[in-house]
Nanobody, 123 residues
Framework: QVQLVESGGGLVQPGGPLRLSCAAS????????MAWYRQAPGKQRELVAT???????TYADSLKDRFTISRNNAKNAVYLQTNNLKPDDTAVYYCNANVRIIQAIQDTRISVWGQGTQVTVSS
């Protein structure tokens, strides 16, 4: 199976930057669209940004000026550069990937989630 592992979360002061990373591991797979979501305490999970395999990106309107998503296809990895962080950005950030499991007769497509990484913005 395919797993996603996030890293890079932590405590940061308001105005500071943070770079989140997420890498997929497994066998016989290819990663299509990757995305970052976040979930703040008491709120629903929301989409932050997406990036396709050919590097086309989309962003939540409220975040596009401060957040940048990127990926490395050779490493099956996706990154989220966050800048000018605010206390309202405090949340658990989740990586998501649409994955194609390569099989002899027909490929299987699945959606995989990481375990989440906590980002806390506080002075």
């Amino acid at each position: 199976q395919v797993q996603l592992v996030e890293s890079g979360g932590g405590l940061v002061q308001p105005g500071g930057p943070l770079r989140l990373s997420c890498a997929a591991s497994g066998t016989n797979f290819m990663v299509d669209t990757m995305a970052w979501y976040r979930q703040a305490p008491g709120k629903q999970r929301e989409l932050v940004a997406t990036i396709s395999r050919n590097y086309s990106t989309t962003y939540a309107d409220s975040l596009k000026d401060r957040f940048t998503i990127s990926r490395n296809n050779a490493k099956n990895a996706v990154y989220l550069q966050t800048n000018n962080l605010k206390p309202d950005d405090t949340a658990v950030y989740y990586c998501n990937a649409n994955v194609r499991i390569i099989q002899a007769i027909q490929d299987t497509r699945i959606s995989v989630w990481g375990q989440g990484t906590q980002v806390t913005v506080s002075s």
